[in-house]
Structure formats: C-alpha cells, structure tokens
C-alpha cells in the first residue's frame, strides 16, 4: 500500500489474522484496511491461480481477482525430519525441558525448532518469534557450559502495525475453560481507527488479552499474563473498567515483588 500497490487481502478465516486477534478485533483490522484501499476478503480460499498478463485467481465464492503478483503466506514448521530415528523425541518441534535440552542428554533445542513449555496455557508450543528465540538460546546456553538456568516459559506475543494501526495479543487472548472476560469496544476513537480491549481471567490472574488501538501500557499487559500476576480485588477493578491497566499492575505486581520502580513492567 505505501507503494501505492493496489492490494487484496484473501483470508480463509471468518475475520483478518484469526490466530492472533478475536472476532472484533480481527474485524475492526479488516475494517480499517477497507478504509484504506485495500480489498479485502475472509472466510476465502484461492482455488486456482489462472496464466495469463495479469494473473486471474479464482476465488472459492466465485469472485476473479486480476494480480501481477501473488503472494502465498501459508505459515512454517519447523524441519525436523532429520531427526528421525536419532532418539531425539519430537511432536510439532524438538520437544525440551525446562532447561531446553532435549530427551537426549546433552543435545539442546532452542529458537523456531524447539517445542518449549508454556506455564500460561500450561502446554508444550512452538512459538516462533525472536523474544523466545533469543531468550531460549541465552538459557540453553548457560545450561551447557554447566550454569543450571530454568526457561520461565514460552511467551505467546503477537504486536501488530497494520498500515498504522497497532493490535497486540499475549497468552491466551481466546480465554481457557472457565475463564472469565471484560471486553471494551469505541470504534470512533483513534481518528477512525477505534479501540479494543479483551481481558481473560482464570480466578485472579489475567491469563490473554487482545487489544486494538491501544499503544498505552502494552508492557503492562505483557508484564500480567507472563507474570501470572495474583490481582486480589483489581480483578473487579479491571472487569468495572479495563482501562486501569497501570494501577493494577502497579498495585498487584508492586505487592508480589514484581516491581521494579522503573515505571514499566519488569523484562523477564
């Protein structure tokens, strides 16, 4: 778009980026994009992809759409198959411990390859983005020249600038089974582009949120979810108006010992 491309979007999912960002907020991405040009379609598959100057891809509702360029964004795995038969066990990644070794002693997994334990969802992921991959390596690292160090976790983060507008989601921003939620929409603020917050507790801990718009506190809402942050009454607080992201972390974090004074969540 900044180059002046004239862009369409296909999506196979009911809204834009459905693994990151929940039905409003994957709705209002795809709102603002259409304000801005571009032509977008989801709950969409691109059945063929025709010859021809321009290209023809048909579309599974029955639509044409002429493009110079296509770009297929289908997703990564990591390549794994050499491993096999090697005793290294591995699922969707190289699975590890805490420590990121692998189930063969003195073999070590880190990055976009390893399959790492997330205390948030309480599962083994491949989380593929460079705060892990940067973090996983320093702990493998100690590890292997003899410094016991523990993996605090995996970090589920998804920040997003989409023609200006900023999303972010952390942990489990779709909720876990019996969670509760607060959601505050304004889908006139920001100059047209709206605001979005989705908060999701279990008991007192904020365990995911989703938010669009909102570039306030980014920190502080990664600080909660990774932090497994006990909130005590700030629970209500939030639920009454989600917009006190800051003073419940500064009262909660502070009380745990979480805080370190410097006016932001603590890099953990």
Known sequence: MQRGVQLSVVEMGDRMVPRMMGPVAGGMIK???ESQGVQVFTGTRVEAILPGAPLSVRLSN?????????????????NIGFLENSGITCLQGVLTDEHLQTSVHGVYAAGDCAEAFDKVSGTTIVSAIQPNAAEQARVAALNMVGQKTELRGVTQINVLDTLGLISTSFGNWQGVPGSEQVELTDTQAGGGQGRHLSLQFKDDVLVGC??????????VMRGLVEGAVHLGPWKDKLKSDPTLLMQAYLASAQAQGEWNGAGDARRR
């Open 31 to 33: 709102g603002w994009c």
């Open 210 to 219: 989703n938010s669009v718009g909102w570039t306030e506190h980014v920190g």
């Open 62 to 78: 029955g639509q044409s759409v002429a493009a110079d360029l296509v770009i297929s964004a289908t997703g990564v795995r990591p």
